[in-house]
């Protein structure tokens, strides 16, 4: 199999050397640690297509993977040592660009900050933007209907996307690489390969949704008392400014001292409160009043008691200075020591009392353990993370992860909640999906999965 | 199976008498006629789960209806007499709205035009809306991912919808009820059902996005000299207007003067110009400069050369008067006599040339043929209509309708579009989805359709 493998993809691309493998058979968080018959890397969907039915041919498992970014194990192989990574890499055209249709075709391996890059360079915006955009490639943000800081917005991956190329479980192409924003012939299948991880099909390449360039831009640093007064605050700034807001980050006035301790140098507009908003507003005109909007609907929201204090930026580098204040906090966390992260949503109307609830559980259950909670509050979605207790062995509190993630997904199920809103399910989640899961949808998607991967070739182990 | 399905519902909610049963079996183009065992409405989701229950287990089918005014026959049965009608117009419960989580759950019988009036009393937005609006069911709207005319800016209704609840085809219940804009927890199982015309389950309650209500509006008409143009306009107008540019319609001369010659009470803005477009803008913001932006940016087209001329609303009535000039075209054609219909998209690029080439195939075909073309340039989606040519027998042209859908279906395949970009496929275009459709896609479907409906209870005869 190995030298069909050769034939197909050239003997270069074919990796089975120990030190070749070792760096696409670990994840990035380095949890995991797989084994693999050779790491295979395709030049084309034509080569995507011949490995993959050459695998088939000979019942060998396909663990697709593109920039090894992703958070949970998803891209990994498993211990056997029988499974092949197809790495998608190397499928890094953009296709087509038509701007005219506000559409980019763009292969698989695409790194997300050169999808970004070209489509500014056409005097459009593709917003999907997350912390791993330098490495992460585009078809694993697909598979992953990846999040990021912009779907108050724009949406998460899977709305970015209208036209697919997959390389079914068979080796065969399906070229949906259509570029309509209507289209009502029959099931929408693209749907079936956004956001399922590769365990239904390998996308190969994608024609992606473009907008309008952001040309004026405000951001706002604002101080709330409590979480219930962010959420009103999100409402009162959606009506004051509509779409022009396409980010809302809550973050703890803990993530800030954490930040500041690991991190001097950075900014600290407001000191001394609770709670935090980080504010964007971006308008495609050229000459928009979007500053003065966002400047009125912060005062309004001062004078109603809503918010207690905000700081706008006052050039793009006092932007980024707030950002950057934002975006250190998981560093600072990491050198603090070892946490417990969990990605969670609730509805939005529900955050206030989930924080409230989950509070008391675990300060009952870790005397001591500190919150790092930030996160994209105009999606519900929480980056709930517990640090050690001082004081207490960080070995001892890592080790029960288990008992903390179990409060913090019950809180969250009763709440109507997701247990992983943006970062998937891979192997990491699986347990989880079997316990949060009603049977009847966990049946579901075993059932879809049989239907377009009856022999387990794609990804087994993953999802579901 | 009757007496079952009156215990389940009510001997009052299972019609069987012709004349109780006619407008159930007939859709609302009168193109096609059934019959049905029974009409059975039930008035909740214990109840629909009973009802298909009992179908299944007496192998009977059911043919899903919300208000009957789908445009592909998707809802009425076929002429076997053998199938349940299962209309879900009880089912008209709104459940609950959550402002802060902007969101809406309501059952598949609420009419369209109540769910925006519920989310407007809320002091949301709702932005669905098409021609049907006061009496087409918000589940039928699902089933088919309804378009309209504010696409451009929100998305189909599949965008629109961020939890379902579905009846599958053993009579059991989904509840994926979820008020969630961030959920990676496995495949996303309600975009199966979102569309696929209840040949893969019975929607029959869903949570749906609400938006920040438009405050400030400005709406313009606008004279072209061609589509070149048009996609010109639209391109420089989504730059500067950004996302308050909600609506785009494209209006040829031609419609306009048809209008006027059937409602001459019409207005007709700026008479003599071979294509037009409406123009839509809103913001949230009370007060927007919305109006002078969308006339500094139409007195930019029009100095550019792109536009020939523009009148823009100084009043809610001259803005109703505009929008009622577009929606009357269709009435308008009726009047007017028979024609053939399309509901096409392409990809808003090559649109000027599709519609160059239609014209010279057409022209050539059916000498004399009158054109009749508007639709959401924003989405590519164009209604493409042929009226008969003067002096010719209607009866005649009519019965070519297969030779002019090849004509038009066969240029819009080789322009990578779509032959069904909002209606669906019901009945009505299932040759052509096996005409034009990959065999690899067809199969995809089928293969979807065994997984969920195996013994193919639901809807038998539509879409695939």
Chains 1, 2 share one sequence.
């Not at 190995?2 to 990035?28: H, I, K, R, S």
């Not at 080569?47 to 958070?71: D, I, K, M, Y």
């Not at 353990?369 to 994209?376: A, D, I, K, L, T």
Request: overall charge negative; aromatic content about 6%.
């Amino acid at each position: 199999m190995l030298a069909a493998l050769e034939a197909t993809v050239g003997g270069a691309n074919v990796l089975t050397a120990d030190a070749d493998v070792e760096p696409f058979v670990t994840d990035w968080r380095e949890r995991y640690r797989g084994r693999a018959r050779a790491v295979v890397r395709p030049g084309s969907t034509a080569e995507v297509a011949s490995v993959v039915r050459t695998c088939a041919e000979h019942a060998v498992p396909v663990v697709p993977q593109g920039g090894n970014t992703g958070l949970c194990g998803g891209a990994t192989p498993d211990a056997s040592g029988d499974q092949i990574v197809l790495v998608l890499t190397r499928l890094n055209r953009v296709r087509e660009i038509d701007t005219e249709n506000a559409t980019m075709t763009v292969e698989a391996g695409v790194p997300l900050a050169a999808v970004q890059s070209r489509a500014a360079d056409a005097g459009l915006l593709f917003p999907l933007s997350l912390a791993a955009e330098g490495s992460c490639a585009i078809g694993g943000n697909l598979s992953t209907n990846a999040g990021g800081t912009a779907v108050l917005r724009y949406g998460n991956a899977r709305d970015l996307v209208l036209g697919l190329e997959v390389v079914l479980a068979d080796g065969r192409v399906w070229d949906g690489l259509r570029g309509l924003r209507k289209d009502n012939t029959g099931y929408d299948l693209k749907q079936l390969f956004l956001g399922s991880e590769g365990t239904l099909g390998v996308i190969t390449a994608a024609v992606l949704k473009l907008f309008p360039r952001p040309q004026t831009s405000a951001t706002a640093w604002v101080a709330l008392a409590d979480v219930a007064g962010a959420v009103r605050l999100l409402a009162s700034m959606r009506q004051a400014l509509g779409d022009r807001l396409t980010g809302f980050e809550l973050i703890s006035g803990d993530c800030v001292a954490l930040a500041k301790v690991q991190f001097p140098s950075l900014p600290d507009p407001l000191p001394g409160h609770r709670w935090y908003a980080l504010a964007q507003a971006d308008d495609a005109a050229a000459h928009s009043p979007v500053a003065s909007e966002l400047e009125t609907a912060l005062a309004d929201a001062i004078g109603a008691g809503i918010a207690e204090d905000a700081a706008i930026a006052q050039s793009q580098a006092q932007a980024d200075d707030m950002w950057a204040l934002r975006e250190h906090i998981p560093e600072a966390q990491k050198r603090d020591g070892p946490n417990i992260k969990h990605d969670v949503s609730v509805p939005v109307s529900r955050i206030p009392a989930f924080l409230e609830r989950a509070k008391a559980a675990l300060d009952a259950a870790f005397p001591g353990v500190r919150y790092v909670v930030f996160g994209h509050l105009g999606d519900g979605n929480l980056h709930y993370n517990l640090s050690t207790p001082p004081g207490s062995p960080a070995a001892e509190f890592i080790g029960q992860t288990g008992r903390a993630n179990r409060i913090v997904y019950d809180l969250v199920a009763e709440s109507g909640g997701s247990f992983s809103a943006e970062h998937g399910i891979g192997q990491m989640k699986r347990d989880e999906l079997a316990r949060y899961k009603p049977g009847i949808e966990i049946e579901l998607m075993r059932r879809i999965k049989r239907a377009l991967d009856p022999e387990g070739m794609l990804n087994p182990g993953k999802v579901v």
